[in-house]
């Protein structure tokens, strides 16, 4: 992702062995891209750009590179040091023709927030003002990465914030979903997991039908689609972000 506080991200591609390394967003027209996801249906890449205060959408090589969504002016100092504008984790329900995202606020702040809009932005409204963003969750600890299940149509996401509600892996069903009215109190969702250390990357694997998730503290964990059994897959003296899978 760069150095945070510059403008410097960018988004690649590799074969899986590591060979054959492309650039696919250059240094510059990203600032700090952070959870990525492949619509493989249209394919396309949605990705979050923390402190750039975006969502982005593109071909898989690059091209038709679009903002989706924008919270703020990144060259706005104000703007650019809220952590309310900072979009994190994004995913795509195709069933729906929507796409999902959290803007994460203050570290442990209590102040996450879930958002979803159409795929397609409102003919002559623009990623700033667009007016179909609906407000699914506000108030929760720290939301990080996100997944839709579309068999079930079930809305998952890590949360980093403190416990008992942080550190976790949560979940709600999309169809009692809907956006906050003020002074509304968020919908029922489970914590289908707890005890990780600073939880960020998720992953879920339709096929086998289990969840792999990773900290901060170093950790990648596997659990059942519902949460349980959560077993280490791998423990290690580094801090791990996001996390991607590949059935080979």
Same mark, same amino acid.
């Given at each position: 992702?760069?150095?945070?506080?510059?403008?410097?991200?960018?988004?690649?591609?590799?074969?899986?062995?590591?060979?054959?390394?492309?650039?696919?967003?250059?240094?510059?027209?990203?600032?700090?891209?952070?959870?990525?996801?492949?619509?493989?249906?249209?394919?396309?890449?949605?990705?979050?750009?923390?402190?750039?205060?975006?969502?982005?959408?593109?071909?898989?090589?690059?091209?038709?590179?679009?903002?989706?969504?924008?919270?703020?002016?990144?060259?706005?100092?104000?703007?650019? *040091?809220?952590?309310?504008?900072?979009?994190?984790?994004?995913?795509?329900?195709?069933?729906?023709?929507?796409?999902?995202?959290?803007?994460?606020?203050?570290?442990?702040?209590?102040?996450?927030?879930?958002?979803?809009?159409?795929?397609?932005?409102?003919?002559?409204?623009?990623?700033?003002?667009?007016?179909?963003?609906?407000?699914?969750?506000?108030?929760?600890?720290?939301?990080?990465?996100?997944?839709?299940?579309?068999?079930?149509?079930?809305?998952?996401?890590?949360?980093?914030?403190?416990?008992?509600?942080?550190?976790?892996?949560?979940?709600?069903?999309?169809?009692?979903?809907?956006?906050?009215?003020?002074?509304?109190?968020?919908?029922?969702?489970?914590?289908? *997991?707890?005890?990780?250390?600073?939880?960020?990357?998720?992953?879920?694997?339709?096929?086998?039908?289990?969840?792999?998730?990773?900290?901060?503290?170093?950790?990648?964990?596997?659990?059942?689609?519902?949460?349980?059994?959560?077993?280490?897959?791998?423990?290690?003296?580094?801090?791990?972000?996001?996390?991607?899978?590949?059935?080979?």
């Amino acid at each position: 992702m760069g150095i945070p506080t510059a403008n410097d991200g960018t988004v690649q591609s590799c074969k899986l062995d590591g060979s054959d390394v492309k650039t696919v967003i250059k240094a510059g027209d990203v600032h700090t891209p952070k959870q990525l996801i492949v619509d493989q249906v249209n394919d396309k890449l949605y990705f979050c750009d923390r402190e750039g205060l975006r969502v982005w959408r593109c071909n898989l090589e690059g091209s038709e590179y679009e903002t989706l969504i924008q919270t703020g002016d990144w060259k706005n100092e104000k703007d650019a *040091a809220d952590p309310s504008n900072w979009c994190v984790g994004i995913s795509v329900n195709q069933k729906e023709g929507k796409f999902y995202w959290t803007q994460k606020g203050t570290s442990k702040g209590g102040e996450g927030r879930i958002f979803r809009a159409n795929v397609q932005t409102p003919k002559g409204e623009s990623a700033a003002n667009r007016t179909d963003i609906e407000l699914l969750f506000s108030g929760l600890p720290e939301p990080i990465d996100i997944e839709i299940d579309e068999d079930t149509q079930t809305l998952l996401w890590t949360d980093r914030g403190d416990p008992p509600t942080g550190n976790s892996l949560n979940s709600a069903k999309v169809v009692e979903l809907k956006a906050l009215k003020d002074g509304e109190k968020n919908p029922g969702y489970k914590i289908l *997991a707890r005890q990780l250390h600073e939880a960020i990357g998720l992953k879920l694997d339709r096929v086998n039908k289990q969840i792999y998730l990773t900290d901060l503290g170093g950790t990648v964990y596997r659990t059942g689609i519902d949460g349980k059994d959560k077993k280490k897959v791998y423990d290690g003296e580094y801090s791990f972000s996001g996390i991607a899978l590949a059935h080979v």
